[in-house]
């Protein structure tokens, strides 16, 4: 049996977006929820949930869980990361948040937003964070880490770190990590662990090749090459960007270099009674920089 990349933007969203039991166990045991939160229901919002291929832009899936709190998620997997995507995520959620107030809306009735976002790549390579991939940013106090303002709380999970912890718990949220990191195009064996997990079982019959039509199958390719094509094109950005630091922090380099010298000989036409006009028209420094040089000792 052949299977493909869960990763890919539209086998995310058809084994996410069309059943929604899987979703609920996923979002279970992934999310920090509190003592006795569970979700029941979920709702799709329309049309972020389509068999459409629009591009990488729309990565995100959006939906509502609802329990008590009415509490509303953005979904999105990423290939690899980029400076801003901590920003899009803060837009994302913000912008969900906004959207609830409609008509005579008060405040105090929106929801929580939450925006979690599945990184197949590191972004957190301090050493302290080297073991780290669930990283949950919060709205808290900075002296009183309890005191909290609720409305948006973002969560990212870094695959790669947590496949290379090779977990050897059997617990679901463990499952579904190892299910998104382990199952794609070269899977010739499954554990036997996901088969005698009922919600992992039923995941894998949706990802498998021949649950695609033909035209899904070429778009699914299509994905990786954009995204190739992207990271690609993003990789030489940040090199060009590099030398272009480097090339600025060397041009400033030169600058000071260049203006020491002058000082350094407008110092020693004063230590010599040369006259200022003198040295203004020789050095290009102003009267006020000259007047205020060190004596040379």
């Not at 409609?102 to 105090?108: A, E, I, M, P, T």
């Not at 695959?159 to 299910?179: A, I």
């Not at 199958?217 to 990786?224: D, G, M, P, S, T």
């Amino acid at each position: 049996m052949k299977y493909l990349d869960p990763k890919n933007d539209l086998v995310f969203r058809k084994l996410f977006g069309e059943h929604p039991h899987l979703l609920l166990s996923f979002l279970n045991c992934i999310l920090p929820l509190e003592p006795n939160q569970i979700f029941e229901h979920i709702q799709y919002p329309e049309p972020e949930i389509t068999h459409e291929h629009t591009g990488l832009k729309r990565s995100a899936m959006e939906v509502y869980c609802i329990d008590s709190k009415q509490i509303t998620y953005i979904i999105e997997i990423q290939m690899y990361w980029t400076s801003a995507f901590k920003q899009r995520m803060l837009f994302n959620t913000g912008k969900a948040l906004v959207q609830q107030l409609k008509g005579s809306g008060k405040f105090r009735e929106l929801n929580q937003v939450y925006g979690l976002s599945l990184i197949d790549d590191v972004f957190h390579t301090a050493p302290k964070m080297k073991d780290t991939f669930y990283h949950h940013y919060q709205l808290i106090h900075k002296q009183v880490s309890n005191e909290q303002i609720k409305g948006l709380e973002l969560i990212f999970i870094e695959l790669p770190k947590f496949q290379s912890k090779n977990f050897t718990d059997n617990s679901l949220q463990t499952l579904w990590l190892r299910f998104l990191t382990e199952i794609n195009e070269s899977t010739t064996a499954i554990p036997h662990e996901f088969l005698t997990e009922p919600t992992l079982a039923e995941a894998l019959k949706y990802v498998q090749k021949n649950a695609f039509t033909n035209e899904e199958q070429f778009i699914y390719n299509q994905n990786w090459d954009a995204i190739q094509i992207e990271k690609e094109a993003i990789e030489e950005l940040e090199e060009k960007n590099i030398v272009l630091q480097n090339e600025k922090k060397e041009a400033l380099a030169r600058e000071d270099e260049s203006k020491q010298k002058l000082i350094n000989s407008a110092r020693e036409m004063l230590s010599y009674g040369l006259p200022i006009e003198l040295i203004i028209k020789s050095t290009g420094l102003t009267r006020h920089q000259i007047e205020h040089l060190p004596k040379i000792k």
